[in-house]
């Protein structure tokens, strides 16, 4: 199995841009989450998904989208790309609610100038 | 906010000797789960302790939960270089999400 695989790994917009942020796992979890990470702080979830066709707001959803259309894919599109959402993002998996283990893909290092 | 917070931010110990971080919250729990994340990884699963437990145990951790104190504790022995790392508390209270604490850095040093 290859876990929880994320595209790109690096990224670098300019302020404006759209882009999406690919995530998809193989082990038939129905739980799916984004999260950003930034200098000093913890995990902020943005969006999660606890099966295919349904999603919902996390922490800080501002300027994100996601949908669920498959249960191994949950891709994160920025909108319209700000300085403000210049972070890492982790993509996460796990077999049912939050309760369980997450699986974390390695992320993806985003730069908006 | 249901955050944890982990406590001490960071933390520089010698190889061999064992490492302590605890983690606090505010409301009940379902369970709490602890976390390490190397330099420019994802995070990893480290134990998961349910709200009835008191202790667990996996390899050279052991990790502790008080729910009369809110708080939890990780304590790794016998500590390794490879120990090297950002460890985070995750709190399920019994929503459909995580909240995380901001991480104790561990610089183990050879």
């Known amino acids: 199995n290859a876990g929880v695989t994320q595209t790109p790994k690096f990224q670098v917009l300019k302020t404006g841009q759209s882009m999406t942020l690919q995530c998809a796992q193989d082990?038939?979890?129905?739980?799916m989450s984004w999260y950003r990470q930034d200098p000093g702080m913890g995990l902020r979830l943005i969006h999660y998904s606890v099966g295919a066709g349904i999603t919902d707001q996390g922490e800080v959803p501002n300027g994100y989208n996601v949908s669920r259309s498959t249960t191994e894919d949950f891709p994160l599109r920025l909108l319209s790309a700000a300085p403000s959402q210049t972070s890492v993002y982790f993509c996460?998996?796990?077999?049912?609610?939050?309760?369980?283990?997450?699986?974390f893909g390695p992320g993806t290092r985003l730069t908006v100038l | 906010s249901q955050q944890g917070e982990e406590d001490p931010q960071a933390l520089s110990i010698q190889e061999g000797e064992n490492a302590t971080m605890n983690c606090s919250y505010k409301t009940s729990i379902n369970n709490l789960q602890w976390y390490r994340q190397n330099s420019g990884r994802g995070l990893v699963h480290l134990i998961l302790?349910?709200?009835?437990?008191r202790e667990k145990h996996s390899g050279r951790l052991r990790v502790t939960l008080d729910t009369s104190k809110k708080s939890s504790s990780l304590l790794i022995t016998a500590s390794r270089a490879a120990d090297t790392a950002s460890y985070f508390c995750?709190?399920?209270?019994?929503?459909?999400?995580?909240?995380f604490g901001p991480g104790t850095r561990l610089s183990v040093l050879p």
């Open positions: 302790i349910r709200s009835n437990e």
């Open positions: 995750a709190i399920d209270n019994y929503g459909q999400n995580f909240v």
């Open positions: 996460a998996s796990s077999p049912g609610l939050a309760g369980d283990t997450q699986y």
């Open positions: 082990m038939n979890h129905e739980y």
